[in-house]
Nanobody, 117 residues
Framework: QVQLVESGGGLVQPGGSLRLSCVAS????????MGWYRQAPGKERELVAVATSGGTTNYADSVKGRFTISRDNAKNTVYLQMNSLKVEDTAIYYC???????????WGKGTLLTVSS
């Protein structure tokens, strides 16, 4: 019974900060790559950041220097710290888990971030 539950979204002013959390259950967390994706209105879903099973991280160019992904394997949780938020960051943010060497992954239901003055 795999379940990914995101939380932490909300309404933030431009320049503000917010931290998203994703708690996973039903998987061996340490054996999964964890990622954050987002989908803005009228746009395709895009990768925001990934924290691999091996502990490396990667970011989309649009968020480099502003967002930080981290994971706490003991808590089965992945975080996305978002700073210097821009209106363009407005989107539904989704958590994704993919087991190492597996093609299939799992998705959370998403959490909405709205950046507006």
């Amino acid at each position: 019974q795999v379940q990914l539950v995101e939380s932490g979204g909300g309404l933030v002013q431009p320049g503000g900060s917010l931290r998203l959390s994703c708690v996973a259950s039903g998987i061996i967390f340490k054996n999964n790559h964890m990622g954050w994706y987002r989908q803005a209105p009228g746009k395709e879903r895009e990768l925001v950041a990934v924290a691999t099973s091996g502990g490396t991280t990667n970011y989309a160019d649009s968020v480099k220097g502003r967002f930080t992904i981290s994971r706490d394997n003991a808590k089965n949780t992945v975080y996305l710290q978002m700073n210097s938020l821009k209106v363009e960051d407005t989107a539904i943010y989704y958590c994704n888990a993919k087991r190492v060497l597996y093609v299939m992954g799992y998705w959370g239901k998403g959490t909405l971030l709205t950046v507006s003055s």
